[in-house]
């Protein structure tokens, strides 16, 4: 049993990331949920597990929103003024499209060895910190959560 970061992503950028976090050796994903992260960096420290469930609320072409990945924490960055990472490298290409470009945030979290699970994690199989009953089947994502697996 172990405690992990449960976040939400548009499954249209995970290719993008995927491909970002080959060649950079982390990807950074924008959120404003900056008490989470630094949460995770006082309790945690970085390697904590990370559980991604793409969400389809931009599209989801691949059917990504049906399967969850994974990563490893390594850090928090706090943006620029701008609201952008400072190393925008680290972000997935779609996401710095001229022609849609990325929404300002407070800081990014940044995650490595991002991959394809080979099973879907059922939110039933998961549990807040805190909590003593499972997360809801169809539990509804308001942003990144500290949850507790027992497969970890």
């Not at 172990?2 to 050796?25: F, H, K, Q, Y």
């Not at 599209?59 to 928090?76: C, H, I, L, V």
């Not at 470009?101 to 939110?123: A, C, H, K």
Request: glycine share 8%; net charge neutral; charged share 20%.
């Amino acid at each position: 049993m172990g405690v992990a970061i449960l976040a939400p992503v548009p499954a249209v950028i995970i290719d993008s990331a995927m491909e970002t976090c080959a060649r950079e050796g982390v990807v950074a994903f924008g959120t404003n949920a900056f008490e989470v992260f630094h949460r995770v960096e006082e309790e945690y420290g970085t390697g904590i597990p990370v559980i991604i469930k793409p969400t389809s609320r931009y599209g989801d072409p691949k059917g990504y929103a049906r399967m969850s990945f994974s990563g490893k924490f390594e850090r928090f960055t706090k943006a620029d003024r701008q609201g952008l990472h400072p190393e925008p490298e680290k972000r997935p290409a779609v996401t710095l499209s001229p022609e849609d470009p990325d929404t300002p945030v407070y800081g990014f979290w940044e995650i490595s060895n991002l991959r394809l699970m080979p099973n879907q994690v059922s939110m039933g199989s998961l549990r807040a910190v805190g909590k003593k009953t499972p997360l809801p089947a169809t539990y509804k994502f308001q942003g990144p959560l500290l949850v507790v697996a027992d497969f970890l």
